[in-house]
Protein backbone atom coordinates (compact mmCIF):
# COMPACT_ATOMS: atom_id res chain seq x y z
CA UNK A 1 0.00 0.00 0.00
CA UNK A 2 1.24 3.18 -0.82
CA UNK A 3 1.52 5.90 1.92
CA UNK A 4 -0.12 9.31 1.73
CA UNK A 5 3.20 11.50 1.19
CA UNK A 6 4.84 9.15 -1.35
CA UNK A 7 1.45 9.22 -2.77
CA UNK A 8 1.14 12.84 -2.72
CA UNK A 9 4.83 13.28 -3.89
CA UNK A 10 4.38 10.94 -7.10
CA UNK A 11 1.03 12.97 -7.50
CA UNK A 12 2.75 16.36 -7.45
CA UNK A 13 5.82 14.93 -9.84
CA UNK A 14 3.35 13.54 -12.44
CA UNK A 15 1.60 17.10 -12.58
CA UNK A 16 4.48 19.00 -13.50
CA UNK A 17 5.76 16.46 -15.46
CA UNK A 18 2.77 16.64 -17.21
CA UNK A 19 2.30 20.63 -17.54
CA UNK A 20 5.65 21.15 -18.80
CA UNK A 21 4.83 20.23 -21.80
CA UNK A 22 1.82 22.32 -22.04
CA UNK A 23 1.40 25.67 -23.85
CA UNK A 24 0.11 27.32 -20.23
CA UNK A 25 3.66 26.00 -19.36
CA UNK A 26 5.47 28.02 -22.06
CA UNK A 27 2.56 31.09 -21.48
CA UNK A 28 3.51 31.40 -17.43
CA UNK A 29 7.35 31.74 -18.11
CA UNK A 30 6.60 34.24 -21.24
CA UNK A 31 4.08 36.30 -18.19
CA UNK A 32 6.93 35.83 -15.56
CA UNK A 33 9.69 37.62 -18.58
CA UNK A 34 7.36 40.37 -18.77
CA UNK A 35 6.28 40.84 -15.11
CA UNK A 36 10.57 41.42 -14.90
CA UNK A 37 10.19 45.09 -16.62
CA UNK A 38 7.35 45.85 -13.87
CA UNK A 39 8.40 48.95 -11.58
CA UNK A 40 6.66 46.80 -8.45
CA UNK A 41 8.84 44.05 -9.17
CA UNK A 42 11.65 44.32 -6.70
CA UNK A 43 14.78 42.09 -7.09
CA UNK A 44 15.41 41.53 -3.37
CA UNK A 45 11.77 39.62 -3.13
CA UNK A 46 11.59 38.77 -6.77
CA UNK A 47 10.14 35.25 -6.49
CA UNK A 48 7.35 36.60 -4.14
CA UNK A 49 6.47 39.89 -6.30
CA UNK A 50 6.53 37.56 -9.13
CA UNK A 51 4.06 35.22 -7.54
CA UNK A 52 1.61 38.31 -6.87
CA UNK A 53 1.78 39.23 -10.33
CA UNK A 54 0.83 36.03 -11.37
CA UNK A 55 -2.02 35.69 -9.04
CA UNK A 56 -3.41 39.18 -9.74
CA UNK A 57 -3.29 39.01 -13.37
CA UNK A 58 -5.21 35.46 -13.30
CA UNK A 59 -2.43 33.26 -14.25
CA UNK A 60 -2.72 31.50 -10.98
CA UNK A 61 -6.12 30.71 -11.55
CA UNK A 62 -5.21 29.39 -15.02
CA UNK A 63 -2.36 26.98 -13.44
CA UNK A 64 -4.93 25.44 -10.84
CA UNK A 65 -7.22 24.86 -13.03
CA UNK A 66 -4.37 23.28 -15.29
CA UNK A 67 -3.62 21.00 -12.16
CA UNK A 68 -7.70 20.25 -10.98
CA UNK A 69 -7.93 18.98 -14.28
CA UNK A 70 -5.20 16.47 -14.26
CA UNK A 71 -6.10 15.18 -10.83
CA UNK A 72 -9.29 14.76 -12.36
CA UNK A 73 -8.46 12.45 -15.05
CA UNK A 74 -5.34 10.48 -14.16
CA UNK A 75 -5.68 7.74 -11.85
CA UNK A 76 -3.82 7.50 -8.51
CA UNK A 77 -0.26 6.67 -8.75
CA UNK A 78 0.18 2.91 -8.43
CA UNK A 79 2.96 1.85 -5.96
CA UNK A 80 6.81 2.64 -7.60
CA UNK A 81 7.30 -1.53 -7.41
CA UNK A 82 3.91 -2.16 -9.52
CA UNK A 83 4.62 -3.14 -12.98
CA UNK A 84 2.87 -0.27 -15.36
CA UNK A 85 0.08 -2.38 -16.89
CA UNK A 86 -1.15 -1.81 -13.11
CA UNK A 87 -2.07 1.58 -13.99
CA UNK A 88 -3.79 0.60 -17.03
CA UNK A 89 -6.19 -2.11 -14.98
CA UNK A 90 -4.81 -3.78 -11.59
CA UNK A 91 -6.80 -7.02 -12.55
CA UNK A 92 -5.10 -9.64 -14.57
CA UNK A 93 -8.01 -11.31 -15.86
CA UNK A 94 -9.98 -8.32 -17.24
CA UNK A 95 -6.81 -7.13 -19.02
CA UNK A 96 -6.45 -10.75 -20.56
CA UNK A 97 -10.73 -10.46 -21.61
CA UNK A 98 -9.96 -6.69 -23.07
CA UNK A 99 -6.59 -7.82 -25.13
CA UNK A 100 -9.13 -10.83 -26.58
CA UNK A 101 -11.90 -8.30 -27.29
CA UNK A 102 -9.22 -6.38 -29.16
CA UNK A 103 -8.46 -9.04 -31.28
CA UNK A 104 -11.77 -9.69 -32.20
CA UNK A 105 -12.76 -6.40 -33.61
CA UNK A 106 -9.50 -6.19 -35.51
CA UNK A 107 -10.25 -9.69 -37.11
CA UNK A 108 -13.84 -8.02 -37.97
CA UNK A 109 -11.80 -4.88 -39.01
CA UNK A 110 -9.37 -6.49 -41.29
CA UNK A 111 -11.83 -9.27 -42.77
CA UNK A 112 -13.57 -6.39 -43.81
CA UNK A 113 -10.97 -4.50 -45.29
CA UNK A 114 -10.26 -8.14 -47.43
CA UNK A 115 -13.99 -8.80 -48.50
CA UNK A 116 -14.06 -5.13 -49.87
CA UNK A 117 -10.51 -4.89 -51.34
CA UNK A 118 -10.11 -1.46 -49.72
CA UNK A 119 -6.99 -0.04 -48.09
CA UNK A 120 -6.95 0.52 -44.25
CA UNK A 121 -5.49 4.06 -45.47
CA UNK A 122 -4.43 5.35 -48.60
CA UNK A 123 -3.71 9.22 -50.27
CA UNK A 124 -6.36 11.54 -51.85
CA UNK A 125 -5.65 12.40 -55.00
CA UNK A 126 -5.69 16.40 -56.03
CA UNK A 127 -9.23 16.27 -57.16
CA UNK A 128 -10.42 14.33 -54.44
CA UNK A 129 -9.01 16.56 -51.81
CA UNK A 130 -10.47 19.87 -53.57
CA UNK A 131 -13.87 18.42 -53.60
CA UNK A 132 -13.92 17.21 -49.83
CA UNK A 133 -12.63 20.66 -48.94
CA UNK A 134 -15.25 22.46 -51.14
CA UNK A 135 -18.39 20.42 -49.30
CA UNK A 136 -16.24 20.39 -45.58
CA UNK A 137 -19.47 22.15 -44.32
CA UNK A 138 -22.08 20.09 -46.25
CA UNK A 139 -20.62 16.52 -45.96
CA UNK A 140 -24.08 15.94 -44.91
CA UNK A 141 -25.52 15.89 -48.34
CA UNK A 142 -22.83 13.58 -49.85
CA UNK A 143 -24.45 10.02 -50.35
CA UNK A 144 -21.31 7.34 -50.30
CA UNK A 145 -22.41 4.10 -51.27
CA UNK A 146 -22.29 2.15 -48.00
CA UNK A 147 -24.08 -0.85 -48.43
CA UNK A 148 -21.02 -3.06 -48.07
CA UNK A 149 -19.69 -1.77 -44.66
CA UNK A 150 -20.44 -2.82 -41.83
CA UNK A 151 -20.19 -1.54 -37.77
CA UNK A 152 -17.39 -3.58 -36.60
CA UNK A 153 -19.58 -4.43 -33.90
CA UNK A 154 -22.77 -3.49 -31.86
CA UNK A 155 -23.35 -2.80 -28.25
CA UNK A 156 -25.25 -6.30 -28.31
CA UNK A 157 -21.92 -8.07 -29.06
CA UNK A 158 -20.26 -6.57 -26.53
CA UNK A 159 -22.53 -7.41 -24.09
CA UNK A 160 -21.91 -11.13 -24.77
CA UNK A 161 -18.55 -10.77 -24.36
CA UNK A 162 -19.17 -9.18 -20.78
CA UNK A 163 -21.46 -12.02 -19.92
CA UNK A 164 -18.89 -14.47 -20.45
CA UNK A 165 -16.17 -12.80 -18.12
CA UNK A 166 -15.36 -14.51 -15.02
CA UNK A 167 -12.14 -14.50 -12.20
CA UNK A 168 -10.27 -17.66 -12.78
CA UNK A 169 -9.75 -17.82 -9.18
CA UNK A 170 -13.29 -18.13 -8.25
CA UNK A 171 -14.04 -20.76 -10.80
CA UNK A 172 -13.10 -24.00 -8.97
CA UNK A 173 -14.56 -23.03 -5.47
CA UNK A 174 -18.02 -22.49 -4.21
CA UNK A 175 -18.75 -18.95 -3.33
CA UNK A 176 -22.37 -19.07 -2.57
CA UNK A 177 -22.28 -15.28 -1.64
CA UNK A 178 -21.17 -13.69 -5.11
CA UNK A 179 -23.77 -16.89 -6.82
CA UNK A 180 -26.79 -15.38 -5.35
CA UNK A 181 -26.13 -12.63 -7.67
CA UNK A 182 -28.49 -13.53 -10.92
CA UNK A 183 -28.00 -11.64 -13.21
CA UNK A 184 -25.61 -11.80 -16.44
CA UNK A 185 -22.77 -10.03 -14.92
CA UNK A 186 -20.71 -12.61 -13.37
CA UNK A 187 -17.41 -11.28 -11.90
CA UNK A 188 -16.92 -10.72 -7.81
CA UNK A 189 -16.29 -6.57 -7.90
CA UNK A 190 -17.72 -4.33 -5.43
CA UNK A 191 -20.33 -2.04 -5.88
CA UNK A 192 -22.07 1.01 -4.46
CA UNK A 193 -25.48 0.12 -2.85
CA UNK A 194 -28.35 2.99 -1.56
CA UNK A 195 -26.85 4.06 1.37
CA UNK A 196 -23.39 4.64 0.01
CA UNK A 197 -24.71 6.38 -3.06
CA UNK A 198 -26.57 8.60 -1.02
CA UNK A 199 -23.81 9.40 0.90
CA UNK A 200 -21.68 10.27 -3.05
CA UNK A 201 -25.28 11.87 -4.43
CA UNK A 202 -26.05 14.26 -1.20
CA UNK A 203 -26.57 17.10 -3.75
CA UNK A 204 -29.37 14.87 -5.28
CA UNK A 205 -31.48 14.91 -1.95
CA UNK A 206 -35.36 15.51 -1.73
CA UNK A 207 -34.32 18.70 0.02
CA UNK A 208 -31.90 20.76 -2.32
CA UNK A 209 -32.90 22.64 -5.18
CA UNK A 210 -32.73 20.90 -8.49
CA UNK A 211 -32.64 22.15 -12.01
CA UNK A 212 -34.97 19.68 -13.46
CA UNK A 213 -37.28 19.23 -10.54
CA UNK A 214 -40.82 21.18 -11.84
CA UNK A 215 -41.80 21.52 -8.18
CA UNK A 216 -39.88 21.70 -4.65
CA UNK A 217 -42.04 21.67 -1.41
CA UNK A 218 -38.64 23.81 -0.07
CA UNK A 219 -38.49 26.49 -2.38
CA UNK A 220 -40.31 27.76 -5.74
CA UNK A 221 -38.84 26.96 -8.24
CA UNK A 222 -38.40 29.98 -10.15
CA UNK A 223 -37.12 31.56 -6.64
CA UNK A 224 -34.16 28.74 -6.97
CA UNK A 225 -33.62 29.16 -10.98
CA UNK A 226 -33.11 32.74 -10.73
CA UNK A 227 -30.82 32.36 -7.38
CA UNK A 228 -28.86 29.18 -9.08
CA UNK A 229 -28.37 31.68 -12.09
CA UNK A 230 -27.02 34.71 -10.28
CA UNK A 231 -24.34 31.89 -8.37
CA UNK A 232 -23.55 30.51 -11.56
CA UNK A 233 -22.60 33.61 -13.12
CA UNK A 234 -20.31 34.26 -10.09
CA UNK A 235 -18.55 31.09 -10.74
CA UNK A 236 -18.04 31.84 -14.06
CA UNK A 237 -16.95 34.94 -13.24
CA UNK A 238 -14.35 33.87 -10.65
CA UNK A 239 -13.13 30.82 -13.57
CA UNK A 240 -12.60 28.43 -10.91
CA UNK A 241 -12.81 24.55 -12.13
CA UNK A 242 -13.78 23.04 -8.85
CA UNK A 243 -16.36 25.51 -7.75
CA UNK A 244 -17.93 24.96 -11.41
CA UNK A 245 -17.89 21.38 -10.72
CA UNK A 246 -19.49 22.02 -7.59
CA UNK A 247 -22.16 23.98 -8.79
CA UNK A 248 -23.54 22.36 -11.67
CA UNK A 249 -24.16 18.93 -9.40
CA UNK A 250 -27.43 21.04 -8.70
CA UNK A 251 -27.72 21.18 -12.68
CA UNK A 252 -26.69 24.14 -15.26
CA UNK A 253 -28.77 26.59 -16.50
CA UNK A 254 -29.67 26.64 -20.45
CA UNK A 255 -27.96 29.90 -20.62
CA UNK A 256 -24.45 29.10 -18.97
CA UNK A 257 -24.00 25.51 -19.90
CA UNK A 258 -21.58 25.18 -22.34
CA UNK A 259 -19.18 27.75 -20.55
CA UNK A 260 -19.50 25.76 -16.84
CA UNK A 261 -18.64 22.53 -19.03
CA UNK A 262 -15.67 24.34 -20.62
CA UNK A 263 -14.82 25.64 -17.52
CA UNK A 264 -14.92 22.04 -15.85
CA UNK A 265 -13.20 20.82 -18.64
CA UNK A 266 -10.62 23.25 -18.90
CA UNK A 267 -11.16 24.17 -22.33
CA UNK A 268 -10.38 27.29 -23.30
CA UNK A 269 -10.14 27.08 -27.10
CA UNK A 270 -6.64 29.28 -27.65
CA UNK A 271 -5.43 30.32 -31.32
CA UNK A 272 -3.10 27.16 -30.76
CA UNK A 273 -6.30 25.03 -30.08
CA UNK A 274 -7.88 26.09 -33.60
CA UNK A 275 -4.75 25.68 -35.29
CA UNK A 276 -4.34 22.15 -34.01
CA UNK A 277 -8.02 21.29 -35.33
CA UNK A 278 -7.45 22.91 -38.75
CA UNK A 279 -4.73 20.56 -39.05
CA UNK A 280 -6.60 18.03 -38.30
CA UNK A 281 -8.86 18.79 -40.77
CA UNK A 282 -5.86 18.96 -43.05
CA UNK A 283 -5.17 15.43 -42.17
CA UNK A 284 -8.44 14.56 -43.05
CA UNK A 285 -8.63 16.27 -46.43
CA UNK A 286 -5.07 14.62 -47.59
CA UNK A 287 -6.10 11.04 -46.45
CA UNK A 288 -8.94 8.46 -46.79
CA UNK A 289 -9.26 5.94 -43.91
CA UNK A 290 -11.45 2.56 -43.89
CA UNK A 291 -13.03 3.80 -40.67
CA UNK A 292 -14.24 7.21 -42.33
CA UNK A 293 -16.82 4.70 -43.67
CA UNK A 294 -17.32 3.19 -40.90
CA UNK A 295 -18.51 7.02 -39.45
CA UNK A 296 -19.96 7.93 -42.19
CA UNK A 297 -22.04 4.41 -41.99
CA UNK A 298 -22.78 5.31 -38.15
CA UNK A 299 -23.65 8.82 -38.60
CA UNK A 300 -26.42 7.31 -41.12
CA UNK A 301 -27.41 4.67 -38.79
CA UNK A 302 -28.12 6.69 -35.79
CA UNK A 303 -27.71 10.35 -35.83
CA UNK A 304 -29.21 11.11 -39.27
CA UNK A 305 -32.04 9.12 -38.18
CA UNK A 306 -32.93 11.08 -34.76
CA UNK A 307 -35.55 14.15 -34.72
CA UNK A 308 -33.06 16.12 -32.44
CA UNK A 309 -29.84 15.12 -34.07
CA UNK A 310 -30.03 14.85 -37.59
CA UNK A 311 -29.59 18.55 -38.14
CA UNK A 312 -26.28 18.18 -36.84
CA UNK A 313 -25.28 15.55 -39.26
CA UNK A 314 -22.16 17.75 -40.93
CA UNK A 315 -20.65 18.96 -37.19
CA UNK A 316 -20.73 15.04 -36.71
CA UNK A 317 -18.43 14.61 -39.62
CA UNK A 318 -15.79 17.24 -39.04
CA UNK A 319 -15.81 16.17 -35.49
CA UNK A 320 -15.55 12.24 -35.78
CA UNK A 321 -13.30 12.51 -39.03
CA UNK A 322 -10.93 15.16 -36.94
CA UNK A 323 -11.09 12.72 -33.78
CA UNK A 324 -9.56 9.92 -36.03
CA UNK A 325 -6.72 11.60 -36.55
CA UNK A 326 -5.95 13.20 -33.12
CA UNK A 327 -2.55 11.20 -32.01
CA UNK A 328 -2.96 12.85 -28.45
CA UNK A 329 -6.06 11.07 -27.68
CA UNK A 330 -3.11 7.97 -27.57
CA UNK A 331 -2.29 9.52 -24.17
CA UNK A 332 -5.53 8.40 -22.47
CA UNK A 333 -4.37 4.68 -23.29
CA UNK A 334 -2.17 5.09 -20.46
CA UNK A 335 -5.19 5.06 -17.83
CA UNK A 336 -7.27 2.98 -20.29
CA UNK A 337 -7.29 -0.97 -19.69
CA UNK A 338 -7.18 -0.67 -23.52
CA UNK A 339 -4.36 -1.34 -26.35
CA UNK A 340 -4.05 0.93 -29.60
CA UNK A 341 -4.17 -1.14 -32.28
CA UNK A 342 -0.95 -1.43 -34.60
CA UNK A 343 -0.72 -1.88 -38.27
CA UNK A 344 2.34 -2.12 -40.25
CA UNK A 345 3.13 -0.48 -43.91
CA UNK A 346 2.88 -3.31 -46.54
CA UNK A 347 5.35 -6.28 -46.59
CA UNK A 348 6.48 -5.08 -42.81
CA UNK A 349 4.41 -7.47 -41.10
CA UNK A 350 5.74 -7.78 -37.26
CA UNK A 351 8.63 -5.29 -38.00
CA UNK A 352 8.17 -2.63 -34.89
CA UNK A 353 9.80 -0.01 -36.54
CA UNK A 354 7.23 0.01 -39.34
CA UNK A 355 4.25 -0.24 -37.03
CA UNK A 356 1.78 2.77 -36.80
CA UNK A 357 -1.30 2.79 -34.92
CA UNK A 358 -4.38 2.74 -36.74
CA UNK A 359 -7.13 4.72 -36.88
CA UNK A 360 -4.11 7.12 -35.59
CA UNK A 361 -6.28 7.67 -32.31
CA UNK A 362 -6.49 4.41 -31.52
CA UNK A 363 -10.01 4.22 -31.22
CA UNK A 364 -11.74 1.91 -33.99
CA UNK A 365 -15.52 3.39 -33.90
CA UNK A 366 -18.45 1.49 -33.08
CA UNK A 367 -22.42 1.19 -34.07
CA UNK A 368 -23.65 4.13 -32.02
CA UNK A 369 -20.28 5.95 -31.22
CA UNK A 370 -21.41 8.95 -32.84
CA UNK A 371 -24.00 9.39 -30.45
CA UNK A 372 -21.39 10.92 -27.72
CA UNK A 373 -20.92 13.89 -29.93
CA UNK A 374 -24.54 14.62 -31.31
CA UNK A 375 -25.82 16.30 -27.78
CA UNK A 376 -22.67 18.71 -27.52
CA UNK A 377 -23.83 20.14 -30.74
CA UNK A 378 -26.82 21.62 -29.08
CA UNK A 379 -23.85 23.89 -27.16
CA UNK A 380 -21.58 24.42 -29.41
CA UNK A 381 -21.46 25.85 -32.69
CA UNK A 382 -17.50 26.56 -33.37
CA UNK A 383 -16.29 23.64 -34.32
CA UNK A 384 -13.01 23.47 -32.85
CA UNK A 385 -14.50 23.90 -29.41
CA UNK A 386 -17.01 21.49 -29.71
CA UNK A 387 -14.32 19.24 -31.12
CA UNK A 388 -12.63 20.17 -28.01
CA UNK A 389 -14.86 19.42 -25.69
CA UNK A 390 -15.86 16.20 -27.22
CA UNK A 391 -12.39 14.89 -27.13
CA UNK A 392 -11.92 15.99 -23.81
CA UNK A 393 -15.38 14.12 -22.67
CA UNK A 394 -14.18 11.40 -24.29
CA UNK A 395 -10.90 10.87 -22.53
CA UNK A 396 -12.30 11.59 -19.38
CA UNK A 397 -15.50 9.62 -19.32
CA UNK A 398 -16.95 7.36 -22.37
CA UNK A 399 -13.46 5.59 -23.26
CA UNK A 400 -14.79 3.71 -20.28
CA UNK A 401 -17.95 2.84 -21.63
CA UNK A 402 -16.78 0.40 -24.35
CA UNK A 403 -13.69 -0.98 -22.59
CA UNK A 404 -13.60 -4.21 -20.12
CA UNK A 405 -11.91 -2.76 -16.72
CA UNK A 406 -12.47 -2.71 -13.17
CA UNK A 407 -12.87 0.94 -12.78
CA UNK A 408 -15.91 1.80 -10.85
CA UNK A 409 -17.16 3.80 -13.62
CA UNK A 410 -15.97 1.16 -16.34
CA UNK A 411 -19.14 -0.73 -18.45
CA UNK A 412 -18.37 -4.21 -16.56
CA UNK A 413 -19.03 -2.31 -12.81
CA UNK A 414 -21.87 -0.01 -14.27
CA UNK A 415 -23.99 -3.46 -15.35
CA UNK A 416 -23.26 -4.90 -12.17
CA UNK A 417 -24.09 -1.94 -10.38
CA UNK A 418 -27.77 -1.92 -12.45
CA UNK A 419 -28.20 -5.23 -11.91
CA UNK A 420 -27.34 -5.26 -8.04
CA UNK A 421 -29.71 -2.18 -7.38
CA UNK A 422 -32.86 -4.12 -8.90
CA UNK A 423 -31.86 -7.28 -7.62
CA UNK A 424 -31.87 -5.72 -3.86
CA UNK A 425 -34.20 -3.31 -4.36
CA UNK A 426 -37.24 -4.59 -6.89
CA UNK A 427 -36.30 -8.42 -6.34
CA UNK A 428 -39.89 -9.36 -7.86
CA UNK A 429 -39.37 -7.12 -10.81
CA UNK A 430 -35.74 -8.54 -11.13
CA UNK A 431 -36.77 -12.43 -10.80
CA UNK A 432 -40.30 -11.98 -13.33
CA UNK A 433 -37.87 -10.81 -15.98
CA UNK A 434 -35.26 -12.97 -15.48
CA UNK A 435 -37.70 -16.47 -15.35
CA UNK A 436 -39.18 -15.15 -18.50
CA UNK A 437 -35.97 -14.43 -20.52
CA UNK A 438 -36.20 -10.60 -20.22
CA UNK A 439 -32.44 -10.35 -18.20
CA UNK A 440 -32.96 -6.48 -17.65
CA UNK A 441 -29.52 -5.91 -18.82
CA UNK A 442 -30.23 -6.97 -22.20
CA UNK A 443 -32.72 -4.11 -22.34
CA UNK A 444 -30.54 -1.15 -20.38
CA UNK A 445 -27.43 -2.13 -21.60
CA UNK A 446 -27.50 -0.21 -24.77
CA UNK A 447 -29.15 3.10 -22.51
CA UNK A 448 -25.21 2.76 -20.38
CA UNK A 449 -22.67 2.49 -23.06
CA UNK A 450 -24.41 5.63 -25.01
CA UNK A 451 -24.32 7.45 -21.48
CA UNK A 452 -28.36 7.42 -22.72
CA UNK A 453 -27.90 9.32 -25.99
CA UNK A 454 -30.53 9.09 -28.05
CA UNK A 455 -32.86 7.72 -25.85
CA UNK A 456 -33.59 10.54 -23.48
CA UNK A 457 -35.05 13.91 -24.70
CA UNK A 458 -32.30 16.47 -25.41
CA UNK A 459 -32.89 18.69 -21.97
CA UNK A 460 -33.18 15.46 -20.17
CA UNK A 461 -29.93 14.15 -21.26
CA UNK A 462 -27.66 17.39 -21.14
CA UNK A 463 -29.31 17.30 -17.28
CA UNK A 464 -28.03 13.94 -16.65
CA UNK A 465 -24.37 14.27 -18.35
CA UNK A 466 -24.25 17.80 -16.14
CA UNK A 467 -24.44 15.18 -12.89
CA UNK A 468 -21.91 13.19 -14.83
CA UNK A 469 -19.19 16.76 -15.21
CA UNK A 470 -20.38 17.21 -11.69
CA UNK A 471 -19.72 13.90 -9.67
CA UNK A 472 -16.88 12.90 -11.97
CA UNK A 473 -18.90 9.47 -12.23
CA UNK A 474 -20.35 7.47 -14.59
CA UNK A 475 -22.63 5.43 -11.73
CA UNK A 476 -25.14 7.49 -12.06
CA UNK A 477 -26.14 5.83 -15.81
CA UNK A 478 -26.45 3.13 -13.56
CA UNK A 479 -28.37 4.42 -11.06
CA UNK A 480 -30.95 6.09 -13.80
CA UNK A 481 -31.21 2.38 -15.43
CA UNK A 482 -32.28 1.38 -12.48
CA UNK A 483 -34.98 4.15 -11.60
CA UNK A 484 -36.49 3.86 -15.00
CA UNK A 485 -37.58 0.12 -14.36
CA UNK A 486 -38.51 1.07 -11.38
CA UNK A 487 -40.67 3.69 -12.42
CA UNK A 488 -42.17 0.79 -15.31
CA UNK A 489 -42.46 -2.23 -12.75
CA UNK A 490 -46.06 -2.28 -12.86
CA UNK A 491 -46.16 -2.40 -16.55
CA UNK A 492 -43.17 -4.50 -16.05
CA UNK A 493 -43.97 -6.93 -13.96
CA UNK A 494 -47.28 -8.11 -16.44
CA UNK A 495 -45.14 -8.89 -19.15
CA UNK A 496 -44.56 -12.68 -20.65
CA UNK A 497 -41.40 -11.95 -22.94
CA UNK A 498 -38.38 -9.81 -24.00
CA UNK A 499 -40.16 -8.39 -26.50
CA UNK A 500 -43.01 -7.34 -24.40
CA UNK A 501 -40.22 -5.93 -21.70
CA UNK A 502 -38.43 -3.93 -24.94
CA UNK A 503 -42.11 -2.54 -25.92
CA UNK A 504 -42.48 -1.39 -22.39
CA UNK A 505 -39.45 0.51 -22.45
CA UNK A 506 -38.96 1.54 -26.00
CA UNK A 507 -39.66 5.31 -25.37
CA UNK A 508 -37.82 7.12 -22.91
CA UNK A 509 -38.14 10.20 -24.36
CA UNK A 510 -40.98 11.80 -22.12
CA UNK A 511 -39.08 10.55 -19.06
CA UNK A 512 -37.78 13.12 -16.36
CA UNK A 513 -34.44 12.32 -15.03
CA UNK A 514 -33.87 13.95 -12.16
CA UNK A 515 -37.36 13.11 -10.09
CA UNK A 516 -36.47 9.41 -11.47
CA UNK A 517 -32.97 9.64 -9.54
CA UNK A 518 -34.37 11.76 -6.80
CA UNK A 519 -37.35 9.05 -5.80
CA UNK A 520 -34.98 5.60 -6.23
CA UNK A 521 -32.09 7.08 -4.59
CA UNK A 522 -33.84 8.88 -1.27
CA UNK A 523 -37.11 7.74 -1.40
CA UNK A 524 -36.33 3.64 -2.15
CA UNK A 525 -36.43 1.35 2.02
CA UNK A 526 -33.25 0.28 2.62
Given amino acids: MLDPDSGLSLTIARIVQRLKGSSLHSQLERQARVSL ?118 PKDFLEVLMNL ?25 VKDIPELKEDFTELGLNIGQLGI ?5 VPPEFFENEHVRVGQKVLAEQDSAAAQQYVRQG ?16 SNQPEDILYYEQLKSNVIQHDLLVDSLIYKDVKLTASNDDYYFVFEDYLYQVLLCF ?34 YPPNGVIPFHGFSMYVAPLCFLYHEPSKLYQIF ?35 LPQLFY ?24 LATDQLLLLWDRILGYNSLEILAVLAAAVFAF ?18 ADLSTLKVMPLLQIFLFATVT
Fill in 37 to 154: HKPEIKLESLKEDIKDFLKTSGWEKKLQNAVYSQLNVFPSPCHPAAPPEHMKEPLAYMRKAQGSWEKRILKSLNSMCTELGVPLAQKRSASEQKELLNKWNEMGTDEPDLSLFRPVYA
Fill in 214 to 218: DDSAQ
Fill in 252 to 267: CPTALRADLWALILNI
Fill in 166 to 190: RNPNYENGDQPSFRNHLGLIQVPLK
Fill in 432 to 455: HLREIGAQPLRISFKWMVRAFSGY
Fill in 488 to 505: RAVNLMEVTSLAAAEAVL
Fill in 324 to 357: SRDTSVLEHFTYSSATPPKSYIRGKLGMEEYAVF
Fill in 391 to 425: REMYVRFFFRLHSISSHPSGIVSLCLLFETLLQTH
